[in-house]
T-cell receptor, first 112, second 120 residues
């Protein structure tokens, strides 16, 4: 069974700091990796996706993928209170599979 | 961008009644839509995959006769919770796959805003 593991948190960081969110996955054949942000009572919204090893940057967000170690992380620079939310990691396998497996999410709290 | 709507956003019903939730892709055609359920503090649980013009594929443990899914057009899928019970109270979220644009993005799922179901 494919598993995606995330620390449920909460992860608390001060405003302006770097928040680091981690995710590990069990399926070594996984090809696509996604980070979603979910505010309380709302549905998830896609922040970033990454397919290749290394870093991918988009504004204050950086996704890091290490397939050998089977982990993917999300860095949020200059964290803002509005970044406080639950961050879901989703992993999709290869071979034409288009249904991702979601982790339980990490709760992030950015305090002023 | 890809926009997915859901209706209603919130519904309260009595035990034993049925509730229909609509999911629409507003600016693209979605051959595939997904239905998720999320309990408080839990992750998304995929209930079923809905393909236009064919029967939905249900995940293990999801009763297909209780959760009726219809995907009659490329922009609309419906989920009907039949004979609802309090344990069906949850946040139901649909998502749709957008095939347009950047090939790297061709497998992205865009989520609807969700429907909060409360069964009394």
């Amino acid at each position: 069974q494919k598993e995606v593991e995330q620390n449920s948190g909460p992860l608390s960081v001060p405003e302006g700091a770097i928040a680091s969110l981690n995710c590990t996955y069990s399926d070594r054949g996984s090809q696509s990796f996604f980070w979603y942000r979910q505010y309380s009572g709302k549905s998830p919204e896609l922040i970033m996706f990454i397919y290749s090893n290394g870093d991918k940057e988009d504004g204050r967000f950086t996704a890091q993928l290490n397939k050998a170690s089977q982990y993917v992380s999300l860095l949020i620079r200059d964290s803002q209170p509005s970044d406080s939310a639950t961050y879901l990691c989703a992993v999709r396998g290869g071979g034409g599979s288009y249904i991702p497996t979601f982790g339980r999410g990490t709760s992030l709290i950015v305090h002023p | 961008g890809a926009v997915v709507s859901q209706h209603p956003s919130r519904v309260i019903c009595k035990s034993g009644t049925s509730v229909k939730i609509e999911c629409r892709s507003l600016d693209f055609q979605a051959t595939t839509m997904f239905w998720y359920r999320q309990f408080p503090k839990q992750s998304l649980m995929l209930m079923a995959t809905s393909n236009e013009g064919s029967k939905a594929t249900y995940e293990q443990g999801v009763e297909k006769d209780k959760f009726l899914i219809n995907h009659a057009s490329l922009t609309l899928s419906t989920l009907t919770v039949t004979s609802a019970h309090p344990e069906d109270s949850s946040f139901y979220i649909c998502s749709a796959r957008d095939h347009r644009g950047d090939p790297d993005a061709s497998y992205e799922q865009y989520f609807g805003p969700g429907t909060r179901l409360t069964v009394t």
